[in-house]
């Protein structure tokens, strides 16, 4: 791919790549000091156990969930091709595009985890696959991103 003329990323999961560090490594010494202390004597051995093998449970199916998101990187370049890069804790995906494979750029409005108004900008190919280029709150700087785009891609 040529240099590119166009360049956007997107590192939202890294926040929850980096939460997910500090809960496994505050749950495993928290494990550890169990194992080296023995369980505290205010409270029932089996209560304690309990719960730290819940907090295992719940962190483990977190993690599988949020380690799985990529954060990424598009890049667009003089004659239209585009790259995507997806990247997560273990391992890279690229997909690439030739110029006019893409036919449409979206902004879609949805709904966060709280119920307030969450933007994604959306690239969507000829062959109807749909990609996720950035997410964020404000919704004219998804539009302006997703203005950009199409004029590097030369969509109109």
Known sequence: MAAPIF?????MAAVGWGFMAVWLGMLLMFTFIMGR??????????LQQGV???FWIVG???????????CTRLSVDADGAAQLVRRTPFGREVETW???AIAAVEVR???DDEGDPYWQTYMVAQDAAER????????EDQRALAARLRAALRLG
Do not use: F, Y
């Open 7 to 11: 360049q956007v990323r997107n590192r």
């Open 37 to 46: 202390d023995g369980p505290h004597p205010s409270q029932p051995a089996l």
């Open 52 to 54: 730290l093998a819940g």
């Open 60 to 70: 483990l199916t977190v993690a599988g969930h949020v380690l799985a998101k990529p």
């Open 98 to 100: 030739p110029p006019g």
């Open 109 to 111: 409005e949805g709904k």
């Open 132 to 139: 996720m280029i950035r997410e964020g709150r404000d919704p």
